[in-house]
């Protein structure tokens, strides 16, 4: 799938979606450095919510292997199993630097395509 497909999907144009996903790609590493502090608290109800704040945006915007390392991440606190999450915590972050930088390049082509994306074909198009 690329970047005019996901925005068609959500009934939005190429430039919207990229400025949505600028949004959420700042949001995710705020509620990722929430779900540390939350971890190095031992505090399960934070680290529930802000995983299943970035498992909710990840889904609405088609990023399919965030979703589900985000999910989770979300279902370890709620059995409050947060020795288990720093690989997931890792795991998340590095997904949200390929999709960081696929939107500094402006473009999804194979290098950017992957874990982040789940469907994404090596086919895409530049978004420029």
Do not use: W
């Amino acid at each position: 799938m690329n970047v005019k497909e996901l925005a068609e999907r959500l009934e939005m144009d190429e430039g919207e979606f990229l400025e949505l996903t600028d949004i959420f790609l700042e949001k995710s590493l705020s509620d990722l450095n929430d779900l540390q502090a939350a971890i190095g608290r031992g505090d399960p109800g934070e680290a529930i919510r802000a995983a299943h704040s970035i498992k909710g945006a990840s889904v609405n915007l088609g990023f399919t292997e965030v979703f589900e390392a985000a999910k989770g991440v979300e279902i370890d606190a709620r059995e409050n199993r947060l020795y288990a999450l720093s690989g997931s915590v890792d795991s998340i972050l590095e997904k949200l630097h390929r999709i960081s930088e696929c939107l500094q390049t402006k473009t999804f082509r194979v290098p950017c395509q992957g874990d982040a994306f789940g469907s994404i074909t090596s086919d895409v198009r530049s978004v420029e």
